[in-house]
């Protein structure tokens, strides 16, 4: 089997459902989840405790990418965003169902099931989230 469609299996849960983690001790949260805080320095996983984010933030940067990588050259222009999360964590991800002119900084954003990639080589198709503007926040 690929290692990258292995590895992709292994991360279902955070890209399918956006499940971070929080410190039991100081309460922050994460994305993607942390087997130890870096603010208060708890370590033992028994002191963080899955956390599922809301799926809702905010744009604080982005850029458009003109020439796409490898497998994505067909979508190109696109939009990739840091979005700040209401929860706290910032999470990349590519902005959809907008005009890339209409992206900008402070735009509220909701997460979206999508398609990432498909792999040619072993047939499987990719999914995840990626944000759209909130319709109602």
């Known amino acids: 089997m690929d290692s990258n469609v292995a590895r992709f299996w292994r991360q279902i849960p955070q890209r399918y459902n956006l499940i971070g983690n929080q410190c039991g001790s100081c309460n922050k949260i994460f994305f993607p989840p942390r087997e130890s805080c870096p603010y208060c320095r708890r370590k033992s996983m028994e002191k963080m405790h899955p956390y599922q984010l809301k799926g809702k933030g905010e744009v604080i940067t982005y850029t458009i990418i003109h020439v796409g990588p490898k497998d994505f050259e067909e979508q190109v222009p696109y939009p990739i965003a840091i979005i ?42 990719y999914y995840g989230y990626k944000f759209k503007p909130c319709s109602v926040d």
């Open 84 to 125: 700040r999360m209401d929860e706290g964590p910032q999470i990349t991800g590519q902005i959809v169902d907008c005009d890339y002119h209409k992206v900008e900084i402070g735009m509220r954003v909701e997460t979206t099931f999508r398609r990432i990639q498909e792999d040619g080589y072993t047939g499987a198709i």
